[in-house]
Structure formats: C-alpha cells, structure tokens
C-alpha cells in the first residue's frame, strides 16, 4: 500500500467518524473540555476540532454546575453562534443550565421525591420559591392546614399579609408541572405531607373518639387539631343538632372539644361534635305534640319562611304557606329575626330533625266536635225508651180492659 493510499483510507475513516462530519447546529447542546477559565469567559476544547468560547452574560446560568470549572474540566453548553469575529464557536452556559434545571424539575415531577426550599416572596394567590436557579409557585390551596390562610371573609389583604409571614421559611414541597415551554414550576407543599400523613392517618378509623383543640373556624366549619399535628375539619352540620347559621357563635379557637371520627377520605379527617351529645330530637314528644301552642323566637327569616327557635336544642320551620291566609309580598311582613311570637306546631317528624309550625291555625275556627251527636243519640234513645215502656203499658191497660168488657157482656147475657 503507497502513502497515498494510505493518507486516502485514513480520511476515509475521519469521513466515517460523525465527530469530524455532522456539524452542530445552533441551539445544539455540546460538549466541550475547559482549556482555560476566567471570570470573564471560558474556553472550551470541542473534540480537537474546534475552540468555543463562553463569555459575557453567557457565563450566568441556571444551575451551580458551572460555578467552579477547572482546567480539563468536561462541561456542557449550548450552541448559540457557529463561528464569531475570532473564527470561534459562540456558546452558552445560560441556556445549557437551563436546560439541565428543566431536566431535572422533570425528573423531580416523575420521581415525586420531596425537597426543601426556601419561600422568597407571596402573593394573594400564593407562594414564590426557588427550585435551583427557577422559580417556583406554590398556590394557596397546595399548603398545608397549618399553613393555610383560614381568612374570615376572604380578605385578599388579610390573605397577602399571612402570605407574607411566611416569607424565608423553608418549606418541603413535591413538584406537581414542569412546563418549561410556558415557563412554568409548580410545586405543593400539601403533596409533600400527604405522604408523611399517610401513615399518620392509617392509626385512625372511623368510630374513633378524640379530643383535640379547636385551630381555625370558618363559615362552614371548624378545624380541629389533635394527636401528633393531625387535623380534621367538623362540618357546620355536625357542630350541633340544632340549626348553626355562623360556627363562630358556637366554638371559638383554642377551645378544647370532643369529637368522633366519622369518615377519612386519603389524609382528610371527618369529625363530628354531635355524635357524642344526646340528641334532644330523641325525646322531642315528651316536650311538644301537633295541635300545642308554643311561644318561639324568629331566628332567621328565609323567603320560605321562619326558622324559629322553641327552646335551646328543638327548632322548628313555620313555612311560608303557613304564615297568613293572603298572599305575602315580603316575609318581613309577617316577622323579622329577633321576634318573639306564638305558634301551633302542625307535624313533628324526630327521625327528619323536624317541627312544622303555623300561624295562621291560631286563627282557625274550631272544627265541630262530635260530642253534641252524640249526646243527642243518647237522649233520642232514651226518648225511645220511654215511648216503647209507655206503648206497653196502653197495650196491657187496653188488653186489660177489653177483657173486663167481655166479661160484664158475658154475665148480662146469662
């Protein structure tokens, strides 16, 4: 084989070899060996055949990989510029970095493992926190109960000023989206926990007494907090058996309670403070019966009607076609909450936890007894009774003296 043959079959092989053929193409993320670093730029080897260079605000990027490069160091960085003003490739360790951050934000959403990060500002919707280099949201409704804005009224402002208290904190979060083509991280705090709940939770059945303390109470209900940091919310429907129109009248935070488990759905806990009183419905006819006239105080006026209070546990439902006989324009025509007045209660159903009520049977007529009837038949009878004994009696007297005639004819006769 001549040299030249030789020369031919050797660059043979480098045309075979796509290190030395497939050119990059910009936005390609390659790899390179540092040659030389400096705080302004760094060199880098690109297989021999080629120098790039990564300068300026390229430099900053998205991760802490590229904070410390030494000579032979082995990086990666992104083509932004084939070839600049000095015949070298333009790169960038910005956009690598960052697409090594997105990288692993993914990684982090398909592994669900929990990290910790630190809350750098709020907002009324929720949480900024730094993921790596990228920032991170974390909504309101993927905080813990602990940390959550239990607002009364739903006070934007009030909300951003609890936000806020959480500002510098470290947090343990799971990421729930990575979309890095819209530029948005979303992380929850509530995942996180769920997880360590779990097993917490698992302990728990329904049936199970506790006593915990009141944490938060809302228009819907109150949170109680008992055992090691666990929380369950009492529904307004099972803070009492009577009718609660705000749970703030009946338990106040910090306030000691019982309760019974009634249901778990994954980590949430259903408690109930009813279950473990008597309820009054249960004796209810011992107190009332349909037909009685009971005094009540009007405690909330619906367009259906009064819902009125009969005593501190028993409340009753005077309906709107039972407060007058004429059409009603206007419920506060008839009463407004705070009114004391009389009823008639019309139906009582203790299984339904209901008292029907009416007004307008207090000025119902009396309905006919049949009391007169019948003492009318009584007299008729004995009436009857009289006229059959004194038939009797003519009938005998008659027979009587028809039997005296024939027998003062027969003697005249003889």
Known sequence: MTKDTEKQSEFAKLLENEKYTKFPKIGDVIKGTVVNSSRNEVRLDIDGIKTGVVRGRELYNESDEYGSLKIDDSVEATLIELENENGEMELSFRYAGQQKAWDNLRELMSSQEVIAVKVTDANKGGLMAKVGHITGFLPVSQLIPEHYPRVEGGDKNKILEFLKKLTGQELKVKVIDANEKEDKLIISEKAAWEESQEKAVSKFKSGDKITGKITAVTD????????????????????????????????????????????IEGTKIFLSIKKLQKDPWAEVAKKYKPGDKVKGVVIKANPFGLFVELDNEIHGLAHISELSDKPISSIDEIAKPGDKKEFVIISIEPNNHRLGLSLKALKAKPKKTDKPDKDKAVTDKKENKKKEKVKKVKKVTKKKADDDDKKKEKKAKK
């Open 220 to 263: 819907f209900g109150a949170f109680v907090e008992f055992a090691e940091k666990m929380e369950g919310l009492v529904h307004i429907s099972e803070l009492a058996w009577q009718r609660i129109d705000n749970p703030r009248d009946f338990v106040k935070v910090g306030q000691e309670v019982k309760a019974e488990i009634i249901n």
